[in-house]
């Protein structure tokens, strides 16, 4: 199988459905890097929590890049899947953003089966930090079980398979409108807890407008179907 030739060509077809997906990664991977490397960052004092931070914060990168290579190479369901990572590293950095007691915790936490903190409860406090209602939170987690059923093969998600689309371009549209909207879930908490002053101001700008473009980069199924389709 000469998968280079395969993904190069599946690119080549869905391009021109994937140019504004593809302009918002770029941009949020630069929004990334624009914290990441911050001087109120790189140069603050070390501290367990600080030092922890960053280091999800450069996971954080890695994943999303991930999310942005299996969608753009046509590995659509693989793409949702690394979503779904992506979710919960995403909020589990924007819970231990300046939070000492949250740190402790995951350096102390021994479960080999599951992180230190309910997913649904970490949605809850960040959308609180974010602004958001109970609605915009609902429909953040609504998000994550819905990556969640490609991660765990459930039926019900691969039977997307017999709709009249590609599925893998409706999932790479999907992954990254969501991966979008992660990674700046969790580097926007980071700038909003770390930077001060005007910095903060305009990643907070930056960061918003962002998030404006992710949600309406979602896709829509009928968008996505044949003219032609019964």
């Known amino acids: 199988m000469d998968w280079t030739r395969w993904e190069h060509n599946w690119y080549e077809q869905s391009s021109e459905q994937l140019r ?8 949020v991977h630069d929004f990334v890097e624009l914290v990441a490397k ?14 922890l931070e960053r280091g999800l914060m450069r996971r954080l990168g890695e994943e999303y890049r991930s999310v ?6 046509g590995h ?12 919960e590293l995403a909020h589990t950095l924007g819970y231990i953003v300046n939070n000492d007691d949250a740190a402790a915790e995951w350096f102390a936490s021994d479960n080999r089966k599951r992180g230190p903190w309910d997913v649904r409860a970490l949605v809850n406090r960040n959308g609180q930090n974010l602004g958001r209602d ?12 819905f990556a969640c059923g490609f991660k765990h093969h459930n039926p019900l998600f691969t039977r997307i398979l017999n709709l009249p689309i590609d599925p893998d371009l409706y999932c790479a549209q999907f992954a990254l409108a969501e991966g979008a909207n992660l ?3 969790g580097v926007g908490l980071v700038a909003l807890f770390r930077l001060d002053g005007e910095h903060c101001s305009t990643a907070l700008q930056l960061a918003n ?8 980069a979602f896709p829509q199924i009928n968008k996505l179907c044949p003219e032609d389709a019964s």
């Open 20 to 27: 504004d997906h593809v302009s918002l990664a770029i941009e």
């Open 38 to 51: 911050h001087d109120q960052i790189v140069n603050s004092k070390r501290t367990q929590t600080r030092d």
């Open 68 to 73: 942005d290579l299996l969608a753009t190479n």
């Open 76 to 87: 659509g369901f693989q793409a949702m899947s690394s979503c779904a990572n992506l979710f």
């Open 134 to 145: 109970k609605a915009r939170c609902d429909e953040e987690y609504g998000r994550y079980r």
């Open 183 to 185: 990674a700046l879930v």
């Open 209 to 216: 407008n962002l998030f404006d473009r992710a949600a309406k």
